[in-house]
């Protein structure tokens, strides 16, 4: 199983960027994909991107394009999602996961969430 640890959520102004940190643990010899998911009170958990193992392959939902970036380190265990020109529509709970491939994430599937980190956009 792998376990999941959000940072770096908070407030700021609509235009303004923030950097979401993913913290990632599991056995030795673990592969997986690594994702980004949203959830506002009374919507759908939303899919927000992804990335591959090696982090050579990226997909992302057509309202952050451009505007988010996925990235991974593995020699840190670590996946960011740095957002940029955020808009209030960003405002959620950004939940990370994880899943056995790009694919599966990409289809809004996971095997292991994180505990979530707030982010607010003020207009």
């Known amino acids: 199983q792998v376990q999941l640890v959000e940072s770096g959520g908070g407030l700021v102004q609509a235009g303004g960027s923030l950097r979401l940190s993913c913290a990632t643990s599991a056995r030795t010899g673990s592969v997986y994909a690594t994702g980004w998911f949203r959830q506002t009170p009374g919507k759908e958990r939303a899919f927000v991107a992804a990335?591959?193992?090696?982090?050579?392959?990226?997909d992302y939902a057509d309202s952050v394009q451009g505007r988010f970036t996925i990235s991974r380190d593995n020699a840190k265990n670590t996946v960011i999602l740095q957002m940029d020109s955020l808009k209030p529509e960003d405002t959620g709970v950004y939940y990370c996961?994880?899943?056995?491939?790009?694919?599966?994430?990409?289809?809004?599937?996971?095997?292991?969430w994180g505990q979530g980190t707030q982010v607010t956009v003020s207009p």
């Open positions: 990335v591959s193992w090696g982090g050579g392959r990226t």
């Open positions: 996961a994880a899943g056995p491939n790009i694919a599966v994430l990409s289809a809004r599937q996971a095997d292991s």
